[in-house]
């Protein structure tokens, strides 16, 4: 009878590796390394270790290009704001003092004049309602616009007619006053320290005490019909105009916040009437100054 061999049984009993049930790859014997190699390897380590600060350094470089052009660009577009506000604001003032001198030397003063202008003031104000409040459609450049043209020339026009023994001589006097203050306080508004100048909590006071001086002011006025307080009531108008084109100055020229680029019209309508109602003021103060 045959007899089986013992080794046979136990090299078939010999349990099977951890990486044969699990499926996982046998372990690669990795070649030992020299002592001269490891001393290569070791000298290679550190020169790649102090290159690797270089790459990181060479792939942070367009974004740090990138800021460092979105600040040198942010002086241009300032300046760029600027300037289109100013050009815009003095091609309005200039058109509007061509239509006051117009009217000064065509048309004779007349009550049915003064009623248009009313109506030419009304009209305007609803125009200048409109492009305060809509916000979005002022990014169309077309509507900024055709809604300031409207009410440069309404307001020229209710100005024009309002005033009360116009004529060309007291306009251009009453214009190069006003001129001359409003570049003062647009001046004082790009020179000055921050901290000299007015800030938000100042213009809010400002138009609150305006408001509340103007209604006693006017009740007066209607109560006495005494020309005193004609001249108090322009010159509170003149009064609460100069911080408030101190302060816009401060906008106009990103010294508080900037704008975007397109709000240069809405800006230019602002200087507009700061310089609309220095003139009235200045005129009314200068006629009622010939009358006494």
């Not at 307080?229 to 900037?258: D, K, M, W």
Request: charged share 15%; proline share 5%; glycine share 4%.
């Amino acid at each position: 009878m045959r007899r089986s061999s013992p080794r046979r049984y136990v090299a078939e009993l010999r349990p099977i590796g951890l990486h044969h049930l699990h499926h996982f790859p046998p372990p690669v014997a990795q070649p030992q390394q020299s002592i001269l190699n490891r001393r290569q390897a070791e000298q290679v380590r550190p020169n790649n270790q102090s290159m690797a600060p270089l790459a990181n350094r060479q792939g942070q470089f367009p974004a740090n290009n990138q800021e460092t052009a979105t600040v040198e660009n942010e002086p241009r577009k300032v300046e760029k704001f600027m300037r289109r506000c100013y050009m815009t604001a003095g091609i309005f003032v200039f058109v509007a003092s061509f239509h006051l001198m117009l009217i000064s030397e065509t048309l004779k003063p007349n009550v049915k004049y003064v009623l248009a202008g009313f109506l030419c003031l009304l009209v305007a104000f609803l125009t200048l309602f409109v492009l305060s409040f809509c916000v979005r459609l002022r990014r169309s450049y077309w509507f900024s616009w055709i809604v300031a043209w409207l009410f440069v020339e309404l307001t020229a026009m209710g100005v024009g007619l309002v005033l009360v023994e116009r004529t060309l001589k007291t306009v251009c006097l009453a214009w190069i006053v006003c001129l001359t203050v409003l570049f003062f306080c647009y001046s004082l508004g790009t020179w000055l320290p921050m901290c000299l100048l007015p800030g938000e909590i100042t213009m809010c006071i400002s138009l609150i005490l305006f408001t509340v001086s103007c209604v006693i002011v006017i009740s007066l006025y209607m109560a006495t019909d005494d020309p005193l307080y004609h001249t108090i009531y322009f010159s509170l108008v003149c009064a609460v105009l100069v911080p408030g084109s101190i302060y816009h100055a401060q906008i106009v020229h990103g010294r508080r916040f900037n704008l975007p680029s397109h709000e240069f019209v809405y800006c230019a309508i602002t200087v507009y009437v700061h310089a609309l109602m220095f003139f009235v003021s200045i005129y009314y103060l200068m006629w009622i100054q010939e009358n006494l």
